[in-house]
Nanobody, 124 residues
């Protein structure tokens, strides 16, 4: 059983930064690609970013390119999402998820394991 736990969410002003962390219950980063998804108020859950298993190739949805950065720390069994220049439209519950594959894509249906989410609110 794989458990994922997100942390690092909170309230931040527009233009501010947050770093989200996804901690895995066991060493899954050796065999799983990791993605971040978000669900805003009244919206469907959508993919934000993912990082592949072997070559650390990253994928970002257009709305966060240049502002967000995903990184993995296999030794710490964590994946991070650094979020800069935050906007009110980034307000959402952010989830990390794992898929047992080398590459990654922002397709929710592919992901096998999910965390419970962490709330990010961007407001003045």
């Amino acid at each position: 059983q794989v458990q994922l736990v997100e942390s690092g969410g909170g309230l931040v002003q527009p233009g501010g930064s947050l770093r989200l962390s996804c901690a895995a219950s066991r060493r899954i980063l050796d065999v799983y690609a990791i993605g971040w998804f978000r669900q805003g108020p009244g919206k469907e859950r959508v993919g934000v970013s993912c990082i592949s298993l072997y070559d650390d190739k990253t994928v970002y949805t257009d709305s966060v390119k240049g502002r967000f950065a995903i990184a993995r720390d296999n030794a710490a069994n964590r994946v991070y999402l650094q979020m800069n220049s935050l906007k009110p439209e980034d307000t959402a519950i952010y989830y990390c998820a794992a898929v047992r594959t080398g590459g990654c894509a922002l397709k929710e249906v592919d992901y096998e394991y999910w965390g419970q989410g962490t709330q990010v609110t961007v407001s003045s």
